[in-house]
Structures are given as structure tokens and as C-alpha cells.
Nanobody, 112 residues
């Protein structure tokens, strides 16, 4: 059964950078389908921040456009979310989703 897991969260000052990694348990399944990154803040619904398609097509929420970059390495079963120029409002729990499977989330905190 497919499992996905996020890593790379942490605390960073405003303007800083973090790179999140999503790792899947299956090479064969990982290579097909859009991988989606979401985030959730307390009291709010999860919102999609970026997606990367099977062949690398990218989409971004307007709030992160130009600051975040999504990519995938199918040979390694991994996808990445590079987050630059982080703002306090980027704080939240970040999740990846693939074939309707969610990871456990990784916390990102941006603050002084």
C-alpha cells in the first residue's frame, strides 16, 4: 500500500528558506500522477500551495507564486518544495498528497 511522508520542516526567520521533501514508498506508483503540496493553519482548512504533474508541470497558489518551487525525482520516489523568502503567514503544517494518500505533515514556523 502506498505511503507518503514529509520531512524538512522547522523554524526559520522571515526571509529565510526551507526545502521540504515528500518520500513515497512505491517507485512504480510514484512515477504517475500529480503530487500536491498543501498547508494547514489552526482553525483553517487545508489549502493547496503547489502541484507537480507526472511530467513536471507546475502550479502554484497565488500567495506563494515566485517564492516557492516544486519538483520531483521519480527515480528516487521524492518530491520537493523549495520555499524561499518565507513569511510569517507561511507558518503551518505542510502535507503532500499522492493518489489520495496523505503524509503525516511537517511543521513550518516562520517567526522572529
Amino acid at each position: 500500500q502506498l505511503q507518503v511522508a514529509e520531512s524538512g520542516g522547522g523554524w526559520v526567520l522571515p526571509g529565510g528558506s526551507l526545502r521540504l521533501t515528500c518520500t513515497a514508498s512505491s517507485t512504480r506508483v510514484f512515477a504517475y500522477g500529480a503530487l500536491e503540496w498543501y498547508r494547514q493553519t489552526p482553525g483553517n482548512q487545508r489549502e493547496m500551495v503547489a502541484t507537480v504533474g507526472t511530467y513536471g508541470s507546475e502550479t502554484y497558489a497565488s500567495s506563494v507564486q515566485g517564492r516557492f518551487s516544486v519538483s520531483r525525482d521519480n527515480a528516487k520516489n521524492k518530491a520537493y518544495l523549495q520555499m524561499n523568502n518565507l513569511r510569517p503567514e507561511d507558518t503551518g503544517t505542510y502535507y503532500c498528497k499522492l493518489h489520495n494518500k496523505w503524509g503525516q505533515g511537517t511543521q513550518v514556523t516562520v517567526g522572529s
